[in-house]
Structures are given as C-alpha cells and as structure tokens.
C-alpha cells in the first residue's frame, strides 16, 4: 500500500507539472497573438547571404520585431523585398531608413532601422494594398562590399604600370644608380675625416652666422628706435606750427614788408658808411679840416 501511495504522489505530481506547463505555453502564446504588431515592406537592391526570414530588426540597437521573408519583388525581380513584422508602438515614421547591417563575423546580419522624428507623419499604406514601404540606404558593409570590383580593378592596373616600369631596362638603370651610391659611400667613408671637419666648420660658421644675424637684429633694433624718436621730434614740430601759426601768419602778412624796409634802409646805410670810409682813406685830414675845395666860410 505504501509503494501505491508513493507512486500516485509522483503520477500526480508530474501531472500537476505537465499541466503547469502547458498553461504557461498557452498563456505566452496568447499574450504573443494579443501583441499588436505591424508589418513593413522594405525594398534592397541586394540583402547578401546573411539576411533571411526570422533575422532579427532592430532600432538604434534593440530588436523590436523580426524579418518574415525574404523574396524577390514581383514587379522588378532586380531588387529584393523584405517584409518585417515590429511592434506597433516602434517609433517608425515617414522619415525612417533601413539598412541591412553584419551582426557576426559567421555573416549573420539584420535589418537596422532609424528612429523616425515626432514632427514626422506615420507611413501611408503602399498603392497596391500592401503593407506600408520603409525607404532603405546601402550599409557601410554593403558600399564596402560593393567598391570591391573597383578595388581589384585598381590594384590589378596597378600591377601592370609597376610590372610595364620595371622592365630589363629600368632594373639596369636602378643597378647602375646602386653602384653609383655604392661608390659615393665608399668615397665618403674614405674621407670621413675631412667630412667631420666640414660639418665642425660648418657648425663654427652656423655660429658665427647667428651672431650676425642677432647683430643685425640689434641694430635694426635701435633703426627703428632713432626712427621712433624721429618721428617724435617730426610730430613736435608740427605741434609748434600748429601752436603758433597765428604769429607765423601775421608776420608772413604784415613783418615781411616791414623787414624788406629794414633790409633796405639798412643797406642804403651801409652803402653811405662805405663810401665815407672810402673818402677818410683817400684824405685823413678831411675829417678835421673839412673838404678843402669849398674853402673858407665866415662863421
């Protein structure tokens, strides 16, 4: 009897644990159908080989839903269409773009959408009933992946102009340029010594170079203090003309005749007292006795 109870105890509790169980699938299973979700066509020249249904789509990082296929568009089988299943609260807007982005190394990758901006309406339904049309951009990885043509076609040209260069003629050329360095730095090394004496006088002259050049420094130096002090002494006098260009205006207008006047008395003077220095040197005795041929006059 004991051995029965035991067993109907564990029948009872695996029981208990498999119907906890299916409740809990259930529970998840209506809570997934009852989340409001919202489906998005978005159109690829090309998606790779990473990219396929159940990859997951994400907003600035965080999945919020997944890829629910991956076909070719009917109407222009020269690009892919891939349909995406979010979550209706996504902040998905007109103004959205989606890219395909690697997420591993093994090639997996997903469907990376931007955040629409608040001012940005909603997505309008597609003209052929279809779900709303995300705008998409090549990724970073997939313009990479697609200058690789160009990249090799480069590198391969680049290869013919190097191999077309170095030709039997070239590579003579740059033996003969290897002698010639060759022979230049035996030479050198056997006249090292007249080479350490150039570079020592060169250093002297370097020197002496500097010196001057700081001498030259200097005396530019005080050139511009004698023209600083030049040009002070240039602005005093203007502020003494400046200070007395009334008196100035006034002798320029009235002093002038009144020294040529001067001038001229003067030089009437002159020429009188020359002329009686003349007559004493010719007669002494004429400026006691008077001039002689007037003879005498009666007081």
């Given amino acids: 009897m004991e051995t029965r109870a035991a067993y109907v105890a564990v029948g009872t509790f695996v029981l208990a644990l498999v119907i906890s169980l299916v409740v809990a699938v259930l529970w998840l299973t209506?809570?997934?159908?009852n989340e409001e979700k919202t489906r998005y066509d978005i159109y690829f020249a090309s998606v790779g080989t990473g990219l396929v249904q159940g990859s997951p789509v994400r907003i600035s990082g965080v999945q919020v839903g997944r890829v629910m296929r991956v076909a070719l568009d009917p109407q222009n089988p020269a690009r892919v269409r891939v349909t995406v299943e979010v979550g209706a609260e996504a902040p998905i807007r007109s103004d959205s773009v989606a890219s395909i982005e690697i997420t591993s190394l093994t090639g997996g990758a997903a469907v990376e959408i931007t955040p629409g901006?608040?001012?940005a309406p909603p997505i309008q339904n597609a003209e052929d009933g279809r779900y709303p049309v995300i705008w998409s951009r090549e990724s970073?990885?997939?313009q990479v992946v697609a200058s690789i043509p160009d990249l090799l076609a480069k590198i391969t040209n680049l290869a013919e102009r190097l191999s077309d260069t170095v030709d039997d003629k070239n590579r003579a050329a740059l033996a003969a340029t290897l002698d010639n360095l060759s022979r230049v730095s035996a030479v050198a090394a056997a006249h090292s010594n007249e080479l350490n004496h150039l570079f020592v006088d060169g250093a002297s002259d370097m020197k002496d170079l500097k010196q001057a050049i700081a001498s030259i420094n200097d005396a530019?130096?005080?050139?511009?203090?004698v023209a600083?002090?030049?040009?002070?002494?240039v602005r005093d006098v203007?502020?003494?003309?400046?200070e007395n260009r009334a008196p100035l205006r006034q002798f320029t207008e009235n002093g002038l005749d009144e020294l040529q006047q001067l001038l001229a008395q003067a030089n009437t003077l002159v020429a009188s007292m020359t002329r009686t220095m003349d007559s004493i040197e010719r007669d002494p005795s004429r400026l006691i006795y008077g001039d002689r041929r007037e003879g005498y006059r009666p007081q």
Avoid: E, M, T, W
């Fill in 30 to 33: 209506h809570a997934q159908f």
């Fill in 117 to 119: 901006s608040k001012i």
């Fill in 140 to 142: 970073d990885i997939q």
């Fill in 220 to 225: 530019a130096a005080r050139v511009n203090k």
């Fill in 228 to 233: 600083a002090q030049a040009g002070d002494a």
């Fill in 238 to 242: 203007q502020g003494l003309v400046q």
